[in-house]
């Protein structure tokens, strides 16, 4: 007699399937923490591979049961885990996600609809157009039809925005972009990807872009140009001054796209909002929730001023949006992503925006904000250490006075090894720094000062 196929996620019977499996998920979940127990575990490279490799065949002959594989693989991943949720796992733009948000995705992994059609996703595909167009407005208040797509994050979303650049002007000439030295890695992949010529590249020493520097640069630049503007850089948490090179786009006949995947979520900080002061002169804007949003990855959007930008997006499909089920009133979804088949990603986000609002959201920002400056208040405060200097949003650089860049990095390579702290390393005005970029709103003065005693530990080996 044939055995019976393991239960379905979804459908009436699927949330009594999951219940017994979510208990020993959540059961593996904690287990495995208390294993690590800090915020990454011990060993380096070579221990956390044999540990995985000891849990024996990939794809055994008869397997091991749900039960036993999921209690053995979660715990394993936990285990070894770097886990943003742990106040010394400070190292880059990886935020703890909350726990409703965690929760939300599990009900899109178990509804799993597809979000290239209609008749897969239908309140998916309803409720994403809410959202989007929510968020949209918060990015650009006032304009007549603002719209976003949902994406998977800043690398998709600048690649995007590069696309559209390049269709709006369509026999006008290559578009070429104009850029700042700080500005993310993935606009040079894209204008390869996309057959546009190689970015012009601004120096930025002193971290953002100069609007001088760009005026300079636009007066010997011909053809379509888009201006890029950083919102949150990578390596210092730094904003360019977004109206001052929206005025050098706007006189040179350049458009500005605003890279604004780490800074983005400040609108929602009264506290703070001022800072993106500009951003809505933008004519694409990246925003990334799963950085300063606390969403599990991934939760990017592109933000367009007017929706009309995203026409050329359109693509048919026979089998996904026939023109009679178009015109009939079904949803048209290719033209919202590259991507065909691609998640609710919407519904994590949708369920946060709803239980925190703006305000809740906001908090959350100015909490994590207050945390970089009482962090930079410390370094201020102990003997021997460098700060950079002031932090802007969240990104706090800071070194041993006298040590080399050689002691700087192996500093931080000692205490990712003993699985003590996790921080990040930047460069910056010719010299190598720590980076610790704190996005966890639970983090505590006492964490903080435990992050610099474990510095000056490493420091004096």
Known sequence: MRAAPPPLAGGTPGADALRPLLDTVLDALR???????????AGGPEAVAARVAALGAVLPETGTGAGEALRALVTALAAGAA?????????????????????????????????DSWDQAPAASALEALVTAALAAEVFPGAGAPDALVTTGGTESNQLALLLARERHAGHGAVRTVLGANAHHSFHRAAWLLGLPAPVTVPTPHGVLDPAALAEVLTTTHGPVLVVATAGTTDEGLIDPLPELADVAAAH???????????????????????????????TVT???????????????????????LAVLGH?????????????????????????????????????????GRSGLGALVDAC????????????????????????????????????DDTVAAIRRTLLAEGRAVLGRAEADGRLWLKAT?????????????LITLVEGSTHR
Do not use: I
């Open 83 to 115: 886990d943003p949720a742990h106040p010394l796992c400070a190292a880059h733009l990886h935020t703890p996600p909350l726990a409703l948000a965690a929760a939300a995705d599990l009900a899109a992994s178990a509804l799993n609809p597809s979000m």
């Open 31 to 41: 287990a495995g923490s208390e294993e690590r127990g800090g915020p990454l575990p």
């Open 287 to 309: 925003v990334d929730l799963h950085k300063l949003g606390w969403q599990p990855a991934a939760a990017g959007l592109l933000a367009v001023r007017d929706a009309a930008d």
């Open 438 to 450: 704190l996005l966890n709103p639970h983090a505590t003065p006492g964490d903080l000062a435990q």
């Open 253 to 283: 006949g350049a458009e500005l796209h605003v890279d604004a995947a780490y800074g983005g979520p400040v609108l929602l900080s009264g506290a703070h909002r001022r800072l993106l002061d500009g951003l809505d002169r933008a004519r």
């Open 316 to 356: 048919t499909a026979d089998y996904l949006n026939a023109d009679d089920d178009t015109e009939a009133g079904l949803p048209d979804l290719l033209g919202r992503s590259l991507r065909t088949t691609r998640r609710p990603d919407v519904l994590k986000t949708a369920v946060t925006l709803r239980a925190l």
């Open 369 to 404: 904000m207050a945390l970089a400056q009482d962090l930079a208040d410390l370094v201020e405060k102990t003997p021997g250490l460098d700060l950079r200097a002031r932090p802007t949003l969240t990104t706090v650089l800071f070194r041993p006075a006298e040590a080399t």
